[in-house]
């Protein structure tokens, strides 16, 4: 704030943009990560890329030195990027920053053979929520049959040097992917044709394969950052530490740690710091800060080096007291010139911000981290899946005990989400039938608990139906009476509905059926068989009726229907049964209604 600029002891200086990797599975998220990383490490000097926790450093003459003539360092004054470790969007919804996304801008990866798939959605609905700047990385273009790779070289060049027909096919891959990009509402061009990046995306073709167009996706990102987040890149790198839990990790001698990304100020060994716990803000001291050590001194027994203050932005492992309870993509805030109190308001602030709502009646859902909390229940409200409880944490048996609860079967469950199950939980589900989903992709864990409530469904209903009698009209047909009476046997041709065996028959007389006796067998050509449906015709023998008398040739019958049937029937099952039972039910729902309007209502 304006008041803080005015401060003493500070220091303006622009930060690193944050840079995310979002994309389907297997489309190339890890491969492009390293190699970036592998090109920094070739192409700079020694140390030229710095391993931070969860996040590599790439400073800005790398990049220059990779991307060749598309990018010179003069032109710049940001100091390069900071790429998160971890790709896929659960992390990259995980790192939230002050209600927004922790990443300034993100790479969509996209397979140019396979184009978009579930995965790349769900990433688009991420980045238009959070309203991140994206460019998409059309990757594989190696892939292109008849490709010849020019190693490391910019796109456009190799792209050049391609046969033609190779060029065209690449061409319209990569047509088809912005045609798509258009779908989602995301006007996009080839990035050398884009003019203005705010009002559209750029497509890069690369191949992490062959390091093609990598020069081409560093010198774009460089560039939009350059252009477009000057402004937010400027902080008070001396002021107190904002940052984003990415993971609570247990690490020999220090107990659990935190390691955070770091977006603004600073932090240091003894700061005190508010970072969000399960049930409240959780208050402590900063025992040491921890960076990896650099990759000369791997050889040293310790893996992590003490560092007295690092600045954003930076990825840092914090050891502290009291962390146990501390969650994954919480925010973390450190106390400088400001009463603590304030510091846990705004905390809790943050992360009300983040918790999900919860219902009488729900699911239960577990997930590793706020940010992949909110992610799913995004995705259960919209398939209006209502939730009870909703934690960051492994399935304990408590979980078990408040899933099993519930009121419906469909609600006896617990959706995971990329976390463990606790040996106690995993009995207990068990035993008391409370079904578990887990799965590291949301779409796949909500679209299977769709299918298994489908599931529930059809079998609930079918249960239903089997002791619903069902509805029919059929004929006695002339001259096919094989036997008088005790039982009556005679020939019938069924109308409408299903006429089964064992079922009280019925038949119209002043206005209400009258009951005649009850269908004890069915017989096709000397087979007993169990029901006879609409149009064919068999042989029935009717125990209570004389045929002359009760009933005779020509006349019509019905299979009688219990008034409570036939409004379940009407009123629940009517899209279960087929039409010509419903027709059977509309003839006799009318037959009664005409003297009681209100029957099966
Ligand atoms: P992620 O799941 O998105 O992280 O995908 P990976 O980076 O693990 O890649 C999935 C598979 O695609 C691996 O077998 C990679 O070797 C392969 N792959 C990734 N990028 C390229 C590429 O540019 N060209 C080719 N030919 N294969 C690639």
């Known amino acids: 704030t304006d008041t803080d600029h005015e401060a ?24 492009l990560l390293d190699r970036v990383r592998g090109s920094a490490v070739i192409e700079g000097e020694a140390g030229a890329i710095t391993q931070h926790i969860g996040a590599t450093a790439v400073p800005l003459e790398t990049i220059s030195e990779i991307s ?29 920053a002050r209600g927004g996304a922790l990443a300034d801008i993100a790479i969509l990866v996209v397979d140019v053979n396979d ?33 010849n790779p020019n190693e490391n070289s910019p796109i456009q060049q190799s792209m050049e040097a391609q046969s033609d027909r190779a060029e065209s ?16 509402d995301f006007s996009a061009d080839m990035y050398w044709r884009v003019r203005d990046f705010q009002g559209n995306v750029g497509v890069v073709p690369v191949s992490a394969m062959t390091g093609e167009g990598v020069p081409d996706l560093l010198a774009v990102l460089m560039g939009l950052s350059q252009r477009y987040m000057k402004e937010a890149m400027a902080i008070d790198v001396t002021g107190p530490g904002a940052g984003t839990v ?78 146990d309870d501390a969650i994954a993509g919480a925010p973390v805030r450190v106390v400088r010139d400001q009463p603590v109190a304030e510091v846990v308001e705004e905390v809790q602030a943050e992360l009300a911000g983040l918790e999900v709502e919860t219902e009488e009646e729900g699911v239960v859902v577990k997930a590793d981290t706020l940010g992949s909390l909110e992610a799913i229940a995004d995705a259960l409200a919209e398939a209006e899946v209502p939730v009870v409880r909703a934690e960051v944490g492994d ?52 679209e299977e608990y769709e299918e298994y409530v489908d599931e529930i469904e059809r079998s609930q209903q079918e249960q239903v139906l089997d002791k619903i009698i069902r509805p029919s009209r059929f004929r006695i047909l002339e001259d096919h009476v094989f036997r008088q009476s005790s039982p009556a046997v005679v020939g019938v041709e069924v109308m409408a509905g299903t006429l089964k065996r064992n079922s009280n028959i019925a038949k119209w007389e002043g206005g209400k059926p009258k009951r005649i006796g009850m269908l004890k067998s069915i017989q096709d050509e000397g087979e007993d068989i169990d029901e006879l449906r609409a149009g064919e015709r068999a042989a029935v023998s009717i125990d209570g009726p004389t045929v002359g008398r009760q009933i005779d040739e020509g006349d019509e019958l019905w299979t009688e229907l219990p008034e409570k049937h036939a409004k379940i029937l009407e009123q629940e099952l009517r899209d279960e049964i087929p039409s010509d039972e419903i027709e059977a039910l509309s003839q006799y729902l009318e037959k009664h209604r005409k003297v009681d309007p209100f029957w099966g209502k």
Do not use: C, M
């Open 395 to 446: 399935v304990a048996p408590r979980d078990i005990a408040v899933a099993s609860t519930a009121n419906e079967p469909k609600h006896e469950v617990i959706l995971a989400f990329n976390v463990d199950v606790l040996k106690d939980a995993e009995r207990r589900a068990n035993e008391q039938g409370v079904r578990l989903f887990e799965s590291d992709v949301i779409y796949q864990l909500v």
């Open 68 to 96: 060749g003539a598309l990018v010179n360092p003069d032109d710049f004054d940001l100091p390069g990027l900071l790429f998160i470790d971890t790709p896929g969007h659960h992390s990259f919804s995980t790192l939230r």
């Open 246 to 323: 990415l993971e609570v990790k247990d690490e020999r001698g220090f107990g659990k740690t935190l390691d955070v990304v770091l977006y603004d100020g600073s932090v240091r060994t003894d700061d005190t710091i508010v970072v969000g716990g399960l049930n409240e803000p959780i208050v402590t001291q900063v025992r040491a800060l921890l960076q990896p050590r650099p990759l000369a001194e791997i050889r040293t027994e310790k893996q992590f080096e003490k560092v007295p203050e690092v600045r954003a932005a930076a990825g840092v492992k914090i050891a502290a007291p009291d962390l």
């Open 115 to 147: 184009g978009f798939q579930p995965q790349t959605l769900e990433a688009i609905d991420i980045l238009k929520r959070t309203q991140t700047p994206f460019i998409v990385a059309a990757n594989k273009v190696d892939t292109t049959p008849g490709w």
């Open 8 to 31: 003493s002891g500070e220091e303006q200086s622009l930060r690193t943009p944050i840079v995310a990797v979002l994309g389907h599975v297997d489309h190339g998220k890890t491969s």
């Open 169 to 184: 096919r690449l061409n319209e891959a990569l047509y088809e992917i912005i045609g798509q990009l258009s779908e989602n």
